[in-house]
Structure formats: structure tokens, C-alpha cells
């Protein structure tokens, strides 16, 4: 069984286009985050939401805007896609918290790409 | 800002050869500390953590990590690495601020074991 699953793994896409990426848990957690990696390898929190509500909002342009419509599932929506914005998005959640030694549990990615 | 660094962005060791992962991090207060790795094609998954009692950590597969309060520092190790040990290796720091689960990823290290 998959515990956190993304969807879709790749997505190719024109600049200024509309685009969605899902998530889902299956681990009956409560807190689910977004993560970007850039071509470095480099991964930084996005956001992060406990419960249906949002807990961190790092400096993201706000043409991504997350969405949790139940706390199983964590959306992420990107308007007007930029080069820029080619990466890997990782989706993970933890029942508790990093900051009490929670675990995060990772999905597979979605790799972006903007052409 | 808080900020965490890996201080090798590449190394390439033997089969059987010791191995040290170094990880720093900038933030006076109390953390909590997160070892992730990353195999080819894989998503991340937790190796170890500290949160809190004794600084020397065991994780899964051989590897363990000190933490280091005076020099800031949570370094990984293993005496004896395998081929299947060629990974990235993600260090990873909670400042423990209650509710902001913010974690702060370094910039990760890759690993490749020679057979």
C-alpha cells in the first residue's frame, strides 16, 4: 500500500499554463506538507497544513496556492507557470510535528517541467 | 537565519571504507535534528533523528549520528559503507518553536560507493 502517493509523477507543461499536483495519505495523519527541489538537489518547505489548516506559508510566489479539502489530501495549484518553476515537488506528512521529532513521510515526487 | 549545511556535496568512497557526513546548523535555541536519505529513484525516507536524551543516535542500516551541542553539529557516520549505501543524504533541523513545524533542509551530500 502507498502511504503518501502524488499525482502525476511527471508534468510537462507550456509557461503560462494552469496546473494542478495531488496528494494523498493514507497514514491517517494530520499534518501534510509541500516541498520544492531544484535542480541542486536543494529542498525547502513550501507549506504545510495541520488538519485542513495552513501552518506555514514560506516566500512562495502566491500563484501556487495549496488546497485541503480533507486532511488525507493536500493540493497543489500553480498558475501562470514560469521556467523558473521547473523542479521536483515532494508531498509529505507526519503525524506530529517536526519540532516533536515527528518523521515525515515522503511521496515519489513530481518532477515539472516548463517549457 | 536559521540555515543548516552539508559540508561535502560529493563524496566517493570504497566498499568497507569509514564513512562521516558532515551537517552544521545555525540556530541557538533547542532543535531537533533529522537524517534523510534519498536512494536512486526513491523518495526520501528517514534514517535517524535526535530529539532528545542521549546525543549518539542509531538509525537504520549501520549509520548513527552525534549530536553535538557546543559545535552546533549533528554529523553522520558509518564504520563500514556498502555499495547499496550510494544515496543523497539530506540533514535536516527543527527549531523547537511549538506549533511552527518549519524544517530546514541542507543542501544535501551524494554519496557514491564504489564496488
Known amino acids: 500500500d502507498t502511504a503518501v502517493s502524488q499525482t502525476p509523477k511527471y508534468l510537462v507543461t507550456q509557461m503560462g499554463n494552469d496546473k494542478s499536483i495531488k496528494c494523498e495519505q493514507n497514514?491517517?495523519?494530520?499534518?501534510m506538507y509541500w516541498y520544492k527541489q531544484d535542480s541542486k538537489k536543494f529542498l525547502k518547505i513550501m507549506f504545510s497544513?495541520?488538519?485542513?489548516?495552513?501552518?506555514i506559508n514560506e516566500t512562495v510566489p502566491n500563484r501556487f496556492s495549496p488546497k485541503s479539502p480533507d486532511k488525507a489530501h493536500l493540493n497543489l495549484h500553480i498558475n501562470s507557470l514560469e521556467l523558473g518553476d521547473s523542479a521536483v515537488y515532494f508531498c509529505?506528512?507526519?503525524?506530529?510535528?517536526?519540532?516533536?521529532?515527528?518523521?515525515?513521510?515522503f511521496g515519489p515526487g513530481t518532477r515539472l517541467t516548463v517549457l | 537565519a536559521q540555515s543548516v549545511s552539508q559540508h561535502n556535496h560529493h563524496v566517493i568512497l570504497s566498499e568497507a571504507a569509514s564513512l562521516e557526513l558532515g551537517c552544521n546548523y545555525s540556530?541557538?535555541?533547542?532543535?531537533?535534528l533529522f537524517w534523510y536519505v534519498q536512494y536512486p529513484g526513491q523518495h526520501l525516507q528517514l534514517l535517524l533523528k535526535?530529539?532528545?536524551?542521549?546525543?549518539l543516535v542509531k538509525g537504520i542500516k549501520g549509520f548513527e549520528a552525534e549530536f553535538i551541542k557546543s559545535k552546533f553539529s549533528f554529523n553522520l557516520r558509518k564504520p563500514s559503507v556498502q555499495w547499496s549505501d550510494t544515496a543523497e543524504y539530506f540533514c535536516?533541523?527543527?527549531?523547537?518553536?511549538?506549533?511552527?513545524?518549519?524544517?530546514?533542509f541542507g543542501k544535501g551530500t551524494r554519496l557514491h560507493i564504489l564496488p
Open positions: 509529505a506528512s507526519s503525524q506530529e510535528g517536526s519540532s516533536s521529532g515527528g518523521e515525515q513521510f
Open positions: 497514514l491517517g495523519h494530520d499534518t
Open positions: 535526535y530529539f532528545s536524551g542521549d546525543p
Open positions: 540556530y541557538g535555541g533547542t532543535v531537533n
Open positions: 535536516a533541523v527543527t527549531p523547537y518553536e511549538g506549533r511552527d513545524d518549519k524544517i530546514i
Open positions: 497544513y495541520n488538519n485542513k489548516e495552513l501552518i
